[in-house]
């Protein structure tokens, strides 16, 4: 309980430092393919057009964006803990009417039980200050033939691409330290990507939280995957 409470306090500090670097950020982390990852996400999302959609760990808003931009769905509910980093997102969104923003946490969700027919989240599981609950809650507001849709970094499978990224990975923070002036939240991301599950482990907690056909891709060799998983 201590532990989650520290993280809780931790990631809010981090992001409160770096919302208005945030796409930098981004662009560090994944030397830009993240544009690329997150396409392919909202591909994988298969959305239908009258669809209501969470975008859980929302942050600037770049999965309710791509979205946006294909015109589908009903409804978005944006949802972050952050007010910054949503709001650093809203301006795109100031007259789609079918995009709202709930400032709240994963582990405690303001909607009812099977109310959204997706959920996605794009970098906000790794985290959660207690990803079990937020798994249960994910679970509690999809409706029944809803999907489950998550894109995070993980462990990287190829021997090659492993020993890059883990070089690459040591010089985030100094990278980090000379465009925005300050190391730790670099130092924060990537320790939280190595203290994460694995793949495997978290498709495990999925069907723990009674999500079925659990599923994940690797992409780049497992520096991210994509789960899916579905309610029946
Ligand atoms: C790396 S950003 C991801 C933003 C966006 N989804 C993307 O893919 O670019 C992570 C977000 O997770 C949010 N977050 C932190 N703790 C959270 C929690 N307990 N529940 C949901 N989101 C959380 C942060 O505020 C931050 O905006």
Not at 6 to 16: A, E
Not at 91 to 101: G, L
Not at 137 to 162: D, Q
Request: aromatic fraction near 10%; glycine fraction near 6%.
């Amino acid at each position: 309980m201590k532990t989650a409470k520290l993280k809780k306090k931790l990631v809010r500090k981090v992001f409160d430092k770096v919302h208005h670097n945030y796409d930098v950020m981004n662009d560090m982390m994944s030397l830009g393919s993240h544009r690329l990852w997150k396409k392919e996400f909202v591909n994988v999302m298969n959305i239908k057009k009258d669809e209501t959609i969470v975008d859980m760990a929302s942050g600037t808003g770049d999965i309710a964006k791509l979205i946006c931009k294909k015109n589908l769905c009903r409804k978005i509910l944006r949802i972050d803990p952050n007010y910054l980093m949503l709001k650093n997102g809203s301006k795109f969104f100031k007259n789609d009417s079918k995009v709202m923003e709930i400032c709240s946490t994963g582990e405690n969700i303001p909607l009812k039980d099977t109310s959204v027919d997706t959920y996605a989240i794009s970098f906000g599981i790794r985290n959660t200050y207690n990803t079990k609950k937020a798994l249960d809650e994910a679970y509690r507001i999809t409706k029944k033939g809803g999907k489950f849709v998550c894109l995070e970094f993980f462990k990287i499978t190829k021997p090659v691409i492993k020993e890059l990224y883990q070089l690459y990975s040591q010089a985030i923070p100094l990278i980090g330290e000379a465009i925005v002036g300050d190391k730790a939240p670099y130092e924060y991301l990537i320790s939280s990507i190595q203290k994460f599950y694995t793949q495997d482990e978290f498709k495990k907690m999925l069907e723990q939280s009674k999500f079925k056909n659990v599923n994940y891709i690797d992409l780049m060799g497992g520096v991210v995957s994509i789960h899916t998983a579905w309610k029946i």
